[in-house]
Nanobody, 125 residues
Framework: QVQLVESGGGQVQAGGSLRLSCAASGDTFSSSAMGWFRQAPGKEREFAAAILASRTNTYYADSVKGRFTISRDNAKNTVYLQMNSLKPEDTAVYYC??????????????????WGQGTQVTVSS
């Protein structure tokens, strides 16, 4: 397993941008698919974005497509989530997750086996 630590959260006005980072330790990062999930107050955690180990494929929830971009730097053991045109409904705790499964539905929480502690993103109107 990898250990994951998120950073970059904060408070921003609607229309603004934030970039989240997730630093990984351990020797399986480069072979792991990485995902970002989020949990808004009173709601279940939901999928936001994912990227394969090879960086050839990315996946997005419809709610963030066109506004969020996931990327990774395997040399730095870090995955990023660039969030633009933020909306109040993007307010949530954002979690980074890693999956060592080779073939899996990257939109499902159960396919990830390591999780970070989360970072708060608050978007004010």
């Amino acid at each position: 397993q990898v250990q994951l630590v998120e950073s970059g959260g904060g408070q921003v006005q609607a229309g603004g941008s934030l970039r989240l980072s997730c630093a990984a330790s351990g020797d399986t990062f480069s072979s792991s698919a990485m995902g970002w999930f989020r949990q808004a107050p009173g709601k279940e955690r939901e999928f936001a974005a994912a990227i394969l180990a090879s960086r050839t494929n990315t996946y997005y929830a419809d709610s963030v497509k066109g506004r969020f971009t996931i990327s990774r730097d395997n040399a730095k053991n870090t995955v990023y989530l660039q969030m633009n045109s933020l909306k109040p409904e993007d307010t949530a705790v954002y979690y980074c997750a890693a999956s060592t499964l080779i073939h899996a539905n990257r939109r499902l929480e159960r396919t990830y086996n390591s999780w970070g502690q989360g970072t708060q993103v608050t978007v004010s109107s």
